[in-house]
């Protein structure tokens, strides 16, 4: 079984902190690793993959991976109150195209 | 480019009705996958449609099929609804030959079952 974990959160954070948010996942074949940003009753809107360990950012956006621990991680910087979404961490894996497995999500709160 | 859109946006069925809902990629994506979205649980995979052919399956009932045509368009059907059916449905798209692509989802299809 192929899991991926996830804070259900609220994450709480003030305006122009940093959010940090973390993912795991069980299996070693995974490939290819994407954080997709959900505001309530929306789809899911791509904002960051990664397939190399380290780090690699985009904007205010850096996303960490390490797959020697098996672990995911999203950096938002300088923290806005229309970040307040739902975030959610997924991969594919060795052999499964383009099959994502999702986190349930994370709820992340920016307050002014 | 025109983002991945789906129709209709709602729908409501009553249970043992079947019901068809239509995918169209963002221009030159061959992939087409399918997603089920609920409260309790989560995002589950239902299939991924590759040049016409169906190269992946999620643990879903055989009620639950698609297909994909030549232009890249996919439909997925339901038959004999369930309450448990109620949703949000989406499609997302990609480049697709190897897998590990980005996907880009649409808006969803919201099916309520009465």
């Known amino acids: 079984q192929k899991e991926v974990e996830q804070n259900s959160g609220p994450l709480s954070v003030p305006e122009g902190a940093i959010a940090s948010l973390n993912c795991t996942y069980s299996?070693?074949?995974?490939?290819?690793f994407f954080w997709y940003r959900q505001y309530s009753g929306k789809s899911p809107e791509l904002i960051m993959f990664?397939?190399?360990?380290g780090d690699k950012e985009d904007g205010r956006f850096t996303a960490q991976l390490n797959k020697a621990s098996q672990y995911v991680s999203l950096l938002i910087r300088d923290s806005q109150p229309s970040d307040s979404a739902t975030y959610l961490c997924?991969?594919?894996?060795?052999?499964?195209?383009?099959?994502?497995?999702f986190g349930a999500g994370t709820r992340l709160a920016v307050h002014p | 480019k025109a983002g991945v859109t789906q129709t209709p946006r709602y729908l409501i069925k009553t249970r043992g009705q079947q019901v068809t809902l239509s995918c169209s990629p963002i221009?030159?994506?061959?992939?087409v996958s399918w997603y089920q979205q609920t409260p309790g649980q989560g995002l589950q995979f239902l299939f991924e449609?590759?040049?016409?052919?169906?190269?992946n399956k999620g643990n879903f009932p055989g009620r639950f099929s698609g297909r994909q045509f030549s232009n890249s368009r996919s439909e997925m059907n339901v038959s004999t609804l369930e309450l448990g059916d109620s949703a949000l449905y989406l499609c997302?798209?990609?480049?697709?030959?190897?897998?590990?692509?980005?996907?880009?989802f649409g808006p969803g299809t919201r099916l309520t079952v009465l």
């Open positions: 997302a798209s990609s480049l697709g030959p190897q897998g590990g692509d980005t996907q880009y």
């Open positions: 299996d070693r074949g995974s490939q290819s």
């Open positions: 990664i397939y190399s360990n």
């Open positions: 997924a991969l594919t894996f060795s052999g499964g195209y383009n099959k994502l497995i």
């Open positions: 221009s030159g994506h061959r992939s």
């Open positions: 449609y590759f040049s016409e052919t169906q190269r």
